[in-house]
């Protein structure tokens, strides 16, 4: 199963350089002999005597026919249409049911977010960007050939993208592969509630990405989740152009999928199983309205370590088991009052730092309008004033005295992160979330290209 779901493990990938991964327009790395082709995401090996390249790109994964686009020239807006039904309808064809422990729907869907995520956070001084181009040697990318072209749960993008090949750069279509899942995960959450409304990224789309065939800068250039928000203001902020708030509204994208440990090393869903399949803004309600406890060494590895729901509503049978990491809770939480200290799963503890919780004053809204009334898993909320008992069903009961705000990751009535007003306001708001992350989505998947409108 993968998705930051997602994804086992892919190292030493070799893959020839012949009529199926068609190198026209371009130079295919060689290494000028024959190898032995092992791809671990197919699980078999197969001797060749081709010429091979050792990189891992995307392009040479795809099938195609004919010659596939390095950039799309002409795209309409049915063209547009006819990619995101294609891509849907791999989408719909998985199983809708969700359980604690599996949602097909949600992990597919976010693997592709994943794929089309890793693409442009590449991003750096007009270099990389959303240009189809990942290293998937690179651990941090673990998995994504799963979704991308070895099939996950039977299905991948390469299903969908070989009949657009000739004419749409592979670039191109990731971007709108992403665009296509996030819509209709949405369509789940306005199935139930009419009064919410839809999401519309095809009036906003440009085309004319051009698909690079080796990007071997982007190595290490993903942002580690153990380094907190340092890592979101390096990737997010300085090197993407983005300002925090609009960092924090594309972060919302964590909404859909889940993590596992033998991808990237975490686990547990972001959101409630139930709602991993549904594009809401239910990933700042549960930072908010939910309380926080770190979870170092995560399966035993001290490099991973993630923050765990732990108020009185968490239920890993009956939800899933519920997580954040490091550059998720940041966002909003601190491990002292200030600010200064940012959030840290390894050393919270012996900081002091055993709860990260906010008070429900701040998202009353977001409590009646899309939790049913629930704070920290109870309809019973203690008044606006009485911190220990708000204290005691987030952190656990035995945290019941005024004592016991030692724990407190912060000051829960004025969190000191560095989108703290931006997460309160998305999860208060979802409206206001779909528009600065529409904003966001443009700014960080046009980074580095001229493109041009769709035509009508």
């Known amino acids: ?160 993208y070989e009949d657009f090949c000739e004419s749409v750069s592979l670039a191109d279509f990731l971007v709108i592969a992403a665009e296509a899942v996030m819509t209709a995960s949405r369509e789940h959450v306005t199935a139930e509630d009419s009064s919410r409304s839809t999401i519309d990224f095809k009036s906003q789309f440009t085309f004319g990405r051009t698909t690079a065939t080796t990007c071997d800068f982007a190595h290490g250039r993903l942002p580690n989740p153990e380094n907190s928000c340092s890592a979101v203001k390096e990737t997010f902020v300085d090197s993407m152009g983005l300002t925090w708030a609009q960092a924090a509204a594309l972060m919302g994208v964590h909404t859909l999928g889940r993590a596992h440990v033998s991808n990237s090393g975490y686990n547990g869903w972001w959101s409630s199983a139930l709602m991993s399949r549904k594009f809401n ?110 204290r005691a069903i987030c952190c656990g009961a035995e945290f019941d005295k005024v004592s016991d705000a030692v724990i407190d990751c912060g000051l829960p009535l004025s969190p000191a992160g560095p989108a703290y007003s931006s997460i309160k306001q998305f999860a208060n708001n979802e409206e206001r979330w779909i528009k600065v992350f529409k904003g966001a989505w443009k700014i960080v998947t046009n980074n580095g290209f001229s493109l041009k409108r769709l035509r009508s």
């Open 1 to 160: 199963m993968a998705s930051m779901s997602w994804f086992h493990v892919i190292f030493g990938i070799f893959l020839r350089c012949e009529s199926t991964f068609d190198c026209s327009g371009t130079v295919c790395p060689s290494s000028g002999r024959g190898l032995l082709q092992v791809d671990k995401a197919m699980g078999h090996q197969q001797e060749t005597t081709t010429t091979m390249t050792t990189w891992a790109s995307p392009y040479y994964m795809m099938r195609c026919n004919g010659t596939q686009a390095m950039t799309t020239e002409r795209m309409t807006e049915a063209d547009y249409d006819s990619i995101t039904l294609k891509v849907q309808g791999l989408y719909q064809s998985l199983p809708s049911t969700c359980t604690a422990s599996e949602c097909p729907q949600a992990d597919w869907a976010g693997c592709v977010l994943r794929m089309a995520g890793h693409d442009f956070m590449d991003y750096k001084d007009g270099q990389g960007g959303a240009d189809g181009c990942v290293d998937l040697t690179d651990a941090d990318n673990s998995g994504l050939a799963e979704c991308l072209h070895a099939g996950e749960f039977g299905i991948s993008i390469a299903d969908a």
């Open 281 to 390: 803004n239910d990933y700042f309600v549960s930072i908010l309205a939910k309380g926080w406890a770190p979870e170092a060494s995560v399966a035993g590895n001290p490099a991973k370590n993630q923050w765990k729901r732990v108020d009185s509503g968490a239920d890993d049978a009956a939800l899933g088991k519920e997580m954040m990491l490091n550059t998720d809770l940041c966002l909003a939480f601190s491990m002292d009052d200030d600010g200064a200290v940012e959030l840290d799963a390894a050393t919270a503890a012996e900081a002091g730092c055993e709860c990260a919780w906010g008070t429900p004053t701040a998202i009353s809204t977001a409590i009646t309008k899309y939790e049913d009334g629930h704070f920290c898993g109870s309809t019973d909320i203690p008044g606006r004033d009485d911190f220990k008992l708000q």
